[in-house]
């Protein structure tokens, strides 16, 4: 969405891509500390980085609703 691939979105973020590959498949879930760095450097809600499944679906029906 933002032109980022998973390599540059974990060099952006500071953590390894493996981590971030772990993330996002729900292996293991970010601290606090960086999902707060997700959600600003990526411009979205807290929520959905930690996983608040009704912003989530909030986010991909606007998101559908747009395309």
Known sequence: RN???QKS???L???SPSRLSDYISGK???TLKVAR???R???IDANIVLGDNSQI???A???KNKG
């Open 61 to 63: 029906t606007v998101y």
């Open 28 to 30: 293991c879930e970010p």
């Open 3 to 5: 032109g980022l691939n």
């Open 37 to 39: 760095e997700i959600s």
């Open 41 to 43: 450097k990526l411009n």
């Open 13 to 15: 973020l500071g953590i």
């Open 57 to 59: 679906d909030k986010c």
């Open 9 to 11: 979105l974990a060099k």
